[in-house]
Protein backbone atom coordinates (compact mmCIF):
# COMPACT_ATOMS: atom_id res chain seq x y z
CA UNK A 1 0.00 0.00 0.00
CA UNK A 2 1.31 3.56 -0.75
CA UNK A 3 1.07 5.40 2.47
CA UNK A 4 3.40 8.07 3.32
CA UNK A 5 5.43 5.84 5.59
CA UNK A 6 6.69 3.95 1.93
CA UNK A 7 6.98 6.68 0.05
CA UNK A 8 9.00 7.95 3.12
CA UNK A 9 11.13 4.64 2.96
CA UNK A 10 11.46 4.69 -0.13
CA UNK A 11 13.81 7.98 -0.49
CA UNK A 12 16.15 5.49 1.75
CA UNK A 13 15.87 8.33 4.55
CA UNK A 14 19.15 6.61 6.25
CA UNK A 15 21.22 7.63 2.88
CA UNK A 16 20.43 11.15 2.71
CA UNK A 17 22.22 11.94 5.96
CA UNK A 18 25.14 12.08 3.64
CA UNK A 19 23.68 15.24 2.02
CA UNK A 20 23.56 16.63 5.46
CA UNK A 21 27.15 16.27 6.02
CA UNK A 22 28.10 17.72 3.28
CA UNK A 23 26.31 20.67 2.97
CA UNK A 24 27.48 21.50 6.48
CA UNK A 25 30.74 20.98 5.59
CA UNK A 26 29.93 23.67 2.91
CA UNK A 27 28.44 25.90 5.12
CA UNK A 28 31.62 25.41 7.76
CA UNK A 29 34.18 26.09 4.83
CA UNK A 30 32.38 29.35 4.42
CA UNK A 31 32.44 30.17 8.06
CA UNK A 32 36.01 29.02 8.04
CA UNK A 33 37.00 31.67 5.18
CA UNK A 34 35.11 34.37 7.19
CA UNK A 35 32.60 34.72 4.44
CA UNK A 36 28.95 35.79 5.56
CA UNK A 37 26.44 33.46 5.53
CA UNK A 38 22.91 33.92 4.26
CA UNK A 39 21.22 31.27 6.39
CA UNK A 40 18.42 31.24 4.06
CA UNK A 41 20.44 30.47 1.35
CA UNK A 42 21.99 27.72 3.07
CA UNK A 43 19.03 26.23 4.23
CA UNK A 44 17.37 26.08 0.42
CA UNK A 45 20.90 24.69 -0.63
CA UNK A 46 20.06 22.15 2.14
CA UNK A 47 16.69 21.33 0.38
CA UNK A 48 17.86 21.27 -2.83
CA UNK A 49 20.49 18.65 -1.97
CA UNK A 50 18.34 16.09 -0.42
CA UNK A 51 15.71 16.39 -2.62
CA UNK A 52 18.37 15.74 -5.64
CA UNK A 53 19.65 12.79 -3.42
CA UNK A 54 16.08 11.38 -3.36
CA UNK A 55 15.89 11.79 -6.94
CA UNK A 56 18.82 9.73 -7.47
CA UNK A 57 17.33 7.08 -4.74
CA UNK A 58 13.62 6.31 -5.97
CA UNK A 59 14.37 6.78 -9.56
CA UNK A 60 17.15 4.21 -9.10
CA UNK A 61 15.01 1.97 -7.49
CA UNK A 62 12.97 2.74 -10.34
CA UNK A 63 15.55 1.24 -13.00
CA UNK A 64 16.38 -1.33 -10.75
CA UNK A 65 13.15 -3.06 -10.77
CA UNK A 66 12.36 -2.85 -14.17
CA UNK A 67 15.44 -4.41 -15.36
CA UNK A 68 15.14 -7.10 -12.56
CA UNK A 69 18.35 -6.07 -10.98
CA UNK A 70 16.72 -5.84 -7.35
CA UNK A 71 14.96 -9.22 -8.28
CA UNK A 72 18.57 -11.26 -8.80
CA UNK A 73 20.66 -9.33 -6.14
CA UNK A 74 20.33 -9.92 -2.02
CA UNK A 75 19.57 -7.15 -0.10
CA UNK A 76 21.44 -5.87 2.83
CA UNK A 77 20.70 -2.67 5.04
CA UNK A 78 23.45 -1.16 2.71
CA UNK A 79 22.95 -2.29 -0.86
CA UNK A 80 20.48 -4.18 -3.09
CA UNK A 81 17.80 -1.16 -2.90
CA UNK A 82 14.90 -0.54 -0.34
CA UNK A 83 12.69 -3.55 -1.75
CA UNK A 84 9.66 -1.10 -1.93
CA UNK A 85 9.40 -0.75 -5.77
CA UNK A 86 10.65 -4.65 -6.20
CA UNK A 87 7.83 -5.88 -3.60
CA UNK A 88 4.96 -3.83 -5.48
CA UNK A 89 4.18 -1.75 -2.21
CA UNK A 90 5.06 1.27 -4.73
CA UNK A 91 4.18 1.04 -7.91
CA UNK A 92 6.92 1.46 -10.84
CA UNK A 93 4.79 4.33 -12.03
CA UNK A 94 4.34 6.24 -8.95
CA UNK A 95 7.98 5.64 -8.10
CA UNK A 96 8.89 7.22 -11.57
CA UNK A 97 6.76 9.79 -10.40
CA UNK A 98 7.65 11.02 -7.07
CA UNK A 99 11.42 10.41 -8.41
CA UNK A 100 10.83 13.04 -11.07
CA UNK A 101 8.88 15.70 -9.17
CA UNK A 102 10.94 16.07 -6.04
CA UNK A 103 14.46 16.27 -9.43
CA UNK A 104 11.95 18.64 -10.56
CA UNK A 105 11.32 20.59 -6.55
CA UNK A 106 15.51 20.40 -6.13
CA UNK A 107 15.88 22.59 -9.93
CA UNK A 108 13.39 24.38 -8.36
CA UNK A 109 15.55 25.40 -5.40
CA UNK A 110 18.51 25.47 -7.60
CA UNK A 111 16.89 27.88 -10.03
CA UNK A 112 16.16 30.23 -7.13
CA UNK A 113 19.52 30.14 -5.58
CA UNK A 114 20.97 31.14 -9.16
CA UNK A 115 18.40 34.23 -8.96
CA UNK A 116 19.48 35.09 -5.71
CA UNK A 117 23.31 34.32 -5.59
CA UNK A 118 24.33 34.24 -9.06
CA UNK A 119 24.02 32.32 -12.17
CA UNK A 120 27.74 30.88 -11.67
CA UNK A 121 25.94 28.00 -10.19
CA UNK A 122 23.95 26.59 -12.97
CA UNK A 123 27.29 24.20 -13.59
CA UNK A 124 26.57 22.93 -10.45
CA UNK A 125 22.71 22.73 -11.26
CA UNK A 126 23.32 21.11 -14.32
CA UNK A 127 25.90 18.17 -13.63
CA UNK A 128 24.03 17.32 -10.82
CA UNK A 129 20.80 17.15 -12.50
CA UNK A 130 22.76 14.98 -15.33
CA UNK A 131 24.09 12.73 -13.06
CA UNK A 132 20.20 12.26 -11.27
CA UNK A 133 18.41 11.59 -14.33
CA UNK A 134 21.40 9.63 -16.41
CA UNK A 135 23.39 7.65 -13.72
CA UNK A 136 21.67 4.62 -13.84
CA UNK A 137 20.36 4.68 -17.75
CA UNK A 138 23.95 5.67 -19.34
CA UNK A 139 26.57 6.92 -16.37
CA UNK A 140 26.64 3.36 -14.06
CA UNK A 141 26.84 1.25 -18.16
CA UNK A 142 29.96 3.11 -18.93
CA UNK A 143 32.46 3.21 -15.80
CA UNK A 144 31.67 6.42 -14.77
CA UNK A 145 29.06 5.91 -12.16
CA UNK A 146 31.74 5.73 -8.52
CA UNK A 147 33.21 9.06 -10.37
CA UNK A 148 30.22 10.82 -10.98
CA UNK A 149 28.72 9.80 -7.72
CA UNK A 150 31.86 11.03 -5.73
CA UNK A 151 31.61 14.32 -7.69
CA UNK A 152 28.05 14.84 -7.85
CA UNK A 153 27.23 14.13 -4.51
CA UNK A 154 30.67 14.88 -2.49
CA UNK A 155 33.61 17.75 -4.16
CA UNK A 156 30.56 19.40 -6.30
CA UNK A 157 28.17 19.91 -3.39
CA UNK A 158 30.71 21.22 -0.87
CA UNK A 159 32.07 23.36 -3.52
CA UNK A 160 28.40 24.13 -4.52
CA UNK A 161 27.14 25.00 -0.95
CA UNK A 162 30.21 27.66 -0.51
CA UNK A 163 29.70 29.22 -4.27
CA UNK A 164 26.47 29.67 -2.64
CA UNK A 165 27.32 31.49 -0.70
CA UNK A 166 31.04 33.28 -2.65
CA UNK A 167 31.12 33.13 -5.93
CA UNK A 168 35.16 32.54 -5.76
CA UNK A 169 36.69 29.09 -5.51
CA UNK A 170 39.96 28.80 -5.44
CA UNK A 171 42.28 25.70 -5.56
CA UNK A 172 42.62 25.41 -1.78
CA UNK A 173 38.84 24.93 -1.77
CA UNK A 174 38.92 22.19 -4.59
CA UNK A 175 41.67 20.28 -2.82
CA UNK A 176 39.80 20.51 0.81
CA UNK A 177 36.69 19.32 -1.28
CA UNK A 178 38.35 16.23 -2.80
CA UNK A 179 38.22 13.89 0.13
CA UNK A 180 34.32 13.82 0.42
CA UNK A 181 34.25 12.98 -3.11
CA UNK A 182 36.73 10.41 -2.82
CA UNK A 183 34.35 8.81 0.20
CA UNK A 184 31.70 8.91 -1.41
CA UNK A 185 33.05 7.22 -4.41
CA UNK A 186 34.12 4.87 -1.50
CA UNK A 187 30.45 4.64 -0.55
CA UNK A 188 29.51 3.44 -3.86
CA UNK A 189 32.78 0.94 -4.35
CA UNK A 190 32.08 -1.07 -1.22
CA UNK A 191 28.21 -0.89 -1.53
CA UNK A 192 28.69 -2.57 -5.49
CA UNK A 193 30.39 -5.72 -4.46
CA UNK A 194 27.49 -7.59 -3.22
CA UNK A 195 25.17 -6.55 -6.16
CA UNK A 196 27.73 -7.01 -8.94
CA UNK A 197 26.20 -10.68 -10.39
CA UNK A 198 23.10 -8.60 -10.76
CA UNK A 199 24.34 -5.58 -11.81
CA UNK A 200 26.00 -7.38 -14.42
CA UNK A 201 22.77 -8.75 -15.71
CA UNK A 202 21.63 -5.93 -15.76
CA UNK A 203 23.71 -4.08 -17.68
CA UNK A 204 25.97 -2.11 -15.18
CA UNK A 205 29.34 -1.80 -16.08
CA UNK A 206 31.18 -0.74 -12.87
CA UNK A 207 34.82 -1.29 -10.48
CA UNK A 208 33.39 -4.66 -9.29
CA UNK A 209 32.38 -5.94 -12.77
CA UNK A 210 35.48 -4.89 -14.40
CA UNK A 211 37.80 -5.60 -12.18
CA UNK A 212 36.79 -8.04 -10.12
CA UNK A 213 35.73 -8.81 -6.06
CA UNK A 214 39.71 -8.16 -4.73
CA UNK A 215 40.91 -5.56 -7.71
CA UNK A 216 37.80 -3.44 -6.74
CA UNK A 217 38.96 -4.04 -2.98
CA UNK A 218 42.66 -2.55 -3.76
CA UNK A 219 40.80 0.07 -5.73
CA UNK A 220 38.98 1.03 -2.83
CA UNK A 221 42.06 0.69 0.18
CA UNK A 222 43.88 3.07 -2.08
CA UNK A 223 41.24 5.39 -2.33
CA UNK A 224 40.79 5.60 1.77
CA UNK A 225 44.48 5.93 1.83
CA UNK A 226 44.30 8.75 -0.57
CA UNK A 227 41.33 10.39 1.42
CA UNK A 228 42.98 10.49 4.38
CA UNK A 229 46.15 11.59 3.41
CA UNK A 230 44.47 14.61 1.98
CA UNK A 231 43.48 15.54 5.04
CA UNK A 232 46.84 14.28 7.07
CA UNK A 233 48.58 17.46 4.66
CA UNK A 234 46.16 19.78 4.58
CA UNK A 235 47.57 21.98 7.41
CA UNK A 236 51.27 20.94 6.02
CA UNK A 237 50.56 22.51 2.49
CA UNK A 238 48.00 24.40 2.91
CA UNK A 239 48.52 26.28 6.00
CA UNK A 240 44.57 25.52 6.90
CA UNK A 241 43.94 24.63 10.61
CA UNK A 242 45.03 21.64 12.50
CA UNK A 243 41.61 21.15 14.02
CA UNK A 244 41.57 19.70 9.91
CA UNK A 245 43.03 16.31 11.88
CA UNK A 246 39.82 15.83 13.81
CA UNK A 247 38.98 14.25 10.36
CA UNK A 248 41.36 11.24 10.84
CA UNK A 249 39.37 9.72 13.37
CA UNK A 250 37.50 8.53 10.42
CA UNK A 251 40.69 6.00 10.02
CA UNK A 252 38.91 3.58 12.86
CA UNK A 253 35.73 2.47 11.25
CA UNK A 254 38.29 2.72 7.75
CA UNK A 255 40.04 0.37 9.01
CA UNK A 256 37.16 -1.82 10.14
CA UNK A 257 36.02 -1.36 7.07
CA UNK A 258 39.27 -2.54 4.91
CA UNK A 259 40.14 -5.69 7.14
CA UNK A 260 36.64 -6.73 7.12
CA UNK A 261 35.80 -6.76 3.16
CA UNK A 262 39.10 -8.26 2.64
CA UNK A 263 38.74 -10.97 5.32
CA UNK A 264 34.93 -11.56 3.89
CA UNK A 265 36.11 -12.87 1.08
CA UNK A 266 32.40 -14.49 -1.01
CA UNK A 267 30.67 -14.68 2.50
CA UNK A 268 28.01 -11.72 2.34
CA UNK A 269 27.02 -12.06 5.87
CA UNK A 270 30.28 -11.32 7.51
CA UNK A 271 30.93 -8.49 4.22
CA UNK A 272 27.52 -6.58 6.41
CA UNK A 273 29.91 -5.49 9.50
CA UNK A 274 32.50 -3.70 6.89
CA UNK A 275 29.56 -2.16 4.59
CA UNK A 276 28.15 -0.93 8.07
CA UNK A 277 31.90 -0.12 8.82
CA UNK A 278 31.91 1.69 5.59
CA UNK A 279 28.75 3.83 6.14
CA UNK A 280 29.97 5.22 9.66
CA UNK A 281 33.76 5.99 7.69
CA UNK A 282 32.09 8.61 5.69
CA UNK A 283 29.65 10.41 8.08
CA UNK A 284 31.82 10.57 10.70
CA UNK A 285 34.94 11.80 8.39
CA UNK A 286 32.75 14.87 6.88
CA UNK A 287 30.76 15.58 10.08
CA UNK A 288 34.22 15.96 11.90
CA UNK A 289 35.53 18.12 9.20
CA UNK A 290 32.62 20.47 9.08
CA UNK A 291 33.01 20.68 13.13
CA UNK A 292 37.11 21.42 12.58
CA UNK A 293 35.78 23.96 9.81
CA UNK A 294 33.66 25.52 12.51
CA UNK A 295 35.97 25.68 15.26
CA UNK A 296 39.08 25.99 13.36
Avoid at 168 to 178: H, K, M, Q, R, V
Avoid at 186 to 196: F, M, Q, R, S, T
Avoid at 244 to 257: D, K, N, Y
Avoid at 260 to 281: I, R, S, T, W
Amino acid sequence: MATFANYFKETRPQFLLLSLVLVFQGIALAHYFAVEINWLWAVITLIGVVLAHTGVNVLNDFWDSGNGIDATTTQTPFSGGSGIVRDGIISQKAALTFGLLVTLAALLCGLYLCWQSGWHLIGYILIGGLAVLFYNTLLAKLMLGEIVAGLALGTLVILGTFAVQRDFIDSTLIWLAIPAGLLTLNLLLLNEIPDAAADKMGGRFHWVIVFGRQGALVAYTLSVLATFGLIALSPILLDITRWSWLGLLGLIPAFVAVTGAFKAGDDLEKLVPALGANVMMVLVTDLLLGIAYFVG
